[in-house]
């Protein structure tokens, strides 16, 4: 049970290339997350999706795009890399149950030069 | 809005030694409460979760957190600190059965452990 992995690890870009982001989470989650960490700053969420076909904008989705088309799989897309993407990205998944317990992967380190 | 903070940025501990590590929310209704371990470059780990009960929770690792209503309070504890317990801590704030449940996490307290 590998639980969710993400990637690549490690990535270098370019101002203005693209790249997309992996995601696939083998616990049959429903709910699946994309978030975004700043040296020293916790967490925020970027997008979100309750299932497949549905995404929705977290608190900062602004450069990035989603797609949800199987359960196990959420990919996120940056289209015009920007220095300011430089982050860790996690996602993480879960199941709706009472408490709905994040389970997050090991994160993808993405800097923008 | 929902919002956390954790007043401690840095922490440092003596191995052996006891550690209380502060949260504080902001939420209108009972949350969700979670504190999360990270070590270096690694994801986060689930130590424990508060959605109702025993205010009183046990977590994994031999942590513990207890809630308070009255202060807005989810502190996390250790009684005795071990090396490996070196890490970043962050502790969360989710609604109660939203749709996609969003957290809110602080911004994290980070240990370092002195043999």
């Known amino acids: 049970n590998a639980g969710v992995t993400q990637t690549p690890k490690f990535r270098i870009l370019k101002i203005g290339q693209s790249m997309t982001l992996q995601c696939t989470q083998d616990m049959n989650h429903n709910y699946m997350y994309w978030y975004r960490q700043d040296p020293g700053m916790g967490l925020k969420l970027i997008y979100y999706s309750v299932g497949a076909g549905i995404t929705d904008k977290g608190e900062v989705p602004n450069g990035y795009n989603v797609s949800r088309s199987t359960t196990e799989d959420f990919p996120l897309r940056l289209e015009l890399a920007a220095p300011s993407q430089t982050s860790v990205y996690f996602c993480?998944?879960?199941?709706?149950?009472?408490?709905?317990?994040?389970?997050f992967g090991p994160g993808t380190r993405l800097l923008v030069l | 809005a929902q919002s956390v903070t954790q007043p401690d940025i840095h922490i440092t501990v003596s191995e052996g030694a006891s550690l209380e590590l502060r949260c504080n929310y902001s939420y209108g209704a009972t949350p969700y409460l979670f504190w999360y371990v990270q070590s270096p470059g690694q994801g986060l780990q689930l130590l424990l979760k508060?959605?109702?009960?025993?205010?009183l929770v046990q977590g994994i690792k031999g942590f513990e957190a207890e809630f308070k209503r009255s202060q807005s309070s989810f502190n996390l504890r250790k009684p005795s600190v071990h090396w490996s317990d070196a890490a970043e801590y962050f502790c969360a704030v989710g609604k109660i059965k939203a749709a996609g449940n969003k957290l809110t996490f602080g911004g994290g307290t980070r240990v370092l452990v002195k043999p």
């Open positions: 993480a998944s879960s199941y709706p149950t009472v408490d709905e317990t994040q389970y």
């Open positions: 508060y959605f109702s009960g025993d205010t």
